[in-house]
């Protein structure tokens, strides 16, 4: 429980840092003040992730949890649509190039056909 806490706590301040870096990383003993900070997260002694979690994350995230469930299942709606419809594009495009080429390449199939004579066409073994 205690790591799980950590590296929920962890991901969001990466999330956080990622977007706010540009902004705040020219603050003098900013990387500092991070390496610190993470390892005030990770001390076993400080247990800052636990608290961290426990003061804001479950707090919130037991507060929005109907809203997030909402959202949830209307992902996985969305993402089945969204997977028929993009799998129908794709046979169709895979259908279209297929005619395609089987219309391009009709006169090279028959001359390719019409140069083997009856006795080559007679060689070829049936497989049931």
């Not at 902004?23 to 608290?51: D, H, N, Q």
């Not at 961290?52 to 479950?58: E, S």
Request: proline share 3%; net charge positive.
């Amino acid at each position: 429980v205690r790591w799980m806490m950590y590296w929920i706590v962890f991901a969001l301040f990466m999330a956080t840092e990622t977007l706010t870096d540009l902004f705040i990383s020219w603050f003098p003993f900013y990387y500092e003040v991070k390496m610190a900070f993470i390892i005030w997260l990770l001390c076993p002694y400080t247990r800052g992730a636990s608290l961290i979690y426990r003061k804001v994350v479950h707090p919130t995230l037991s507060s929005k949890e109907k809203e997030i469930d909402t959202y949830i299942i209307r992902i996985r709606e969305r993402s089945y649509e969204t997977v028929v419809h993009f799998g129908k594009r794709g046979f169709n495009m895979a259908a279209a190039a297929a005619v395609q080429a089987a219309t391009k390449s009709q006169g090279a199939l028959a001359g390719r056909l019409r140069s083997f004579s009856m006795q080559d066409l007679r060689s070829i073994p049936d497989e049931a």
